[in-house]
């Protein structure tokens, strides 16, 4: 029994697959942790580095599990898997992602959502990126 779900996972998740999962939140909370460092004042901050990065590792996790690991499923499937695709399909979701997350915590004002947004779709822009470069590299492999 556990033999037969072992190769059901081994069909569904790959070496590259696998890498992706590992680097892609790592790149989102390294640009996270680094656009809190760039507009974080420490002269009298007692808080870790590390604090500022882990939140970013959290939702690039979370969001690859809930958005891109479907999305790569959906395009293999299709038989159209590409770097292009999954980037575009990646940044689509993360950008819907910000937008309903602005509309939820905020007031509705298009001069507040720009003023916001660019810092919001940072780390999504190298998490994508990087499950992107490392997921559509397994074709050419």
Do not use: K
């Amino acid at each position: 029994m556990f033999a037969a779900g072992f190769r059901v996972v081994r069909q569904l998740v790959n070496g590259r697959l696998l890498a992706a999962l590992i680097l892609a939140p790592v790149a989102c909370s390294v640009a996270l942790g680094a656009a809190f460092l760039i507009g974080l004042d420490r002269s009298g901050s007692q808080a870790s580095t590390l604090v500022l990065f882990l939140p970013g590792l959290m939702y690039g996790a979370l969001f690859e599990i809930v958005a891109l690991l479907p999305l790569v499923y959906w395009l293999r499937r299709r038989g159209s898997l590409s770097f292009g695709r999954v980037l575009f399909g990646g940044l689509l979701l993360w950008a819907a992602g910000v937008a309903l997350q602005l509309w939820a915590t905020s007031e509705p004002s298009i001069v507040a959502w720009l003023s916001v947004a660019p810092m919001l779709m940072v780390p999504g822009i190298a998490l994508v990126l990087v499950f992107a470069f490392v997921v559509s590299r397994e074709r050419a492999a």
